[in-house]
């Protein structure tokens, strides 16, 4: 869990290096009105977290779902949830629409695994990966804790879905998988260290774990929280993150270069002079109903939104951008030492 174990001064260890790390922001907004949470950071480490022990993210996360299509991030995955089932490649179109996926198709490309090798995707969620997966010939299960999301990916693509708790189906199913793939899933989890160690038990001699999430190096330090607000976000990790936590997990670690992604000429690393922008504003208002300005809009508007988010807070002649930034998703590779 991430422990809240701070001093008077805002200092506390770091969850994921054990070096020192410190509140950088009070009271940043949270996802649903009226919560606020603090923001750590190391800079040993460059991880950024949210102490926030005693949240009730189950019920959150109801409420998220329960008006996911007018949500337009959950809007948008259930939308790819029916698109790959008209495409003649599911794993080629997802790996079109997101790095996320390019960076899982690249890694099965390039690294001599076979198409018919065991995979497992830890939070597979509306099940559209998986599904891919399954249709390039991999043997491929999904896992999800969600009852209802694995009921509807059942329904949707077939019976290659499992509901239950990551830790228990570890301890019955060791050594079964060639890799464990996880994307944007890590970001979510209160404690790490333990999904991390049960997602390499499942893990066959030789075998590896893939995980993706978003880079906190495609973003320069004054900008502190431009992921999901807290407590659906809880971390935002860098490549530094990746290999302290190989260090202590006793893995090797390697990452998936990104640079190949078509839309790659387009990520920018702005740079923000003063005033850094607190980017992530409530989506749920206090009695959990999405609020107006968070609500379904066209993509258009959307944008135009995202990019005055980026900007508040800072005199436009103090916002430059860089000619190409870092990939704004990381995609790490760890394998257990022999």
Known sequence: MVDHLEDSNGHMNCPICSAGAEIVLRDHPGYQEPDVFDIARCAHCNTSFVPADGVDL????ERIYRQAGRIPTYFNYARRARAVLKASSPLDFLAGQEQTF??????????????????????????YLTFALNKSGFDTTGLEISGPAVAKAKQ????RYVCANL????????????????????EHLREIYPFL???????????ALVVTTPNREAWPADVLWDVEAPPVHLWWFSKQSFEAMAARLSCS???VDLGGFPGSVAWRKPRVGEAPPVSQTPTLDRLGNVLPHKRLTPLPVRALSKFVRILKGAPASVVEEA????????CAVLKPSS
């Open 197 to 207: 160690g049960a997602c390499l038990r499942l893990l066959k001699p030789g075998g």
């Open 102 to 127: 390019w960076g899982i198709r690249e890694y099965l490309r390039t690294s001599g695994i076979p198409q018919n090798a065991s995979l497992l995707e830890v939070g597979s969620g509306f099940g």
């Open 58 to 61: 189950d019920r959150l996360y």
């Open 323 to 330: 000619e190409r930034g870092p990939s704004p998703t990381l």
């Open 156 to 159: 949707r693509y077939g019976e």
């Open 253 to 255: 670690l390697s990452f």
């Open 167 to 186: 830790i228990d189906y570890a301890e019955a199913h060791g050594g079964r998988y060639d890799v464990v793939v996880m994307t944007e899933v890590i």
